[in-house]
């Protein structure tokens, strides 16, 4: 099995890029002890929709999400939205704390917000070069899948401070007719 990095980030794309010294500021008013030292910017090229960075400051990996420029559907881009969701649900379930969020565009163009960072592999249709599960593996891996999804879906939303997200009643008939 190979033991180079999985998923690791590149190059910002230009039509990506900004400037990460002009939110230094202000996360050191929303991260407490954020470190000083040098500052790193880097972009993950995959996935289709929000674009994640990985921000280093001091030593410290961070993950900076932010749309796309030139978006058009907010709701499928509301950095708010999924920050509120994460920090209702990061007490009950296992997933990255927000750290910070910034609706000033004049930062960096656009809302966005930071979170912790994950340590992982990223499973995708393909599995990265060199990676390989034995089929006892393999079942492990998708039951645990399973059960994370069940835990996941048997959260009491309510209890979460997740009810006021959005109109739970009718859900699934909106969906099936959007998708008619």
């Not at 190059?11 to 991260?31: C, G, H, M, W, Y």
């Not at 978006?71 to 999924?82: I, L, Q, V, W």
């Not at 296992?94 to 910034?102: D, E, I, K, T």
Request: charged share 25%.
């Amino acid at each position: 099995m190979s033991t180079a990095p999985l998923d690791q980030p590149g190059a910002v794309r230009d039509e990506n890029s900004f400037d990460p010294l002009r939110i230094l500021p202000f996360l050191k008013t929303q991260i407490p002890g954020l470190a000083d030292g040098p500052l790193e910017l880097k972009q993950f090229q995959g996935g289709a929709s929000n674009l994640t960075y990985l921000l280093k400051i001091g030593g410290r990996e961070t993950i900076l999400r932010r749309p796309p420029s030139g978006t058009k559907a907010k709701t499928a881009h509301d950095m708010g939205r999924e920050f509120r969701v994460m920090q209702k649900l990061s007490p009950h379930f296992p997933c990255p704390r927000p750290l910070a969020y910034c609706e000033d565009e004049s930062l960096i163009g656009s809302t966005f917000y930071v979170m912790e960072k994950f340590q992982g592999v990223i499973l995708r249709r393909d599995l990265p070069e060199g990676l390989g599960y034995a089929p006892d593996q393999a079942r492990r891996l998708c039951m645990n899948l399973i059960d994370t999804l069940i835990r996941l879906h048997t959260l009491d939303y309510e209890q979460a401070g997740l009810s006021d997200l959005g109109k739970p009643a009718g859900y699934v008939e909106r969906q099936v007719d959007g998708w008619c």
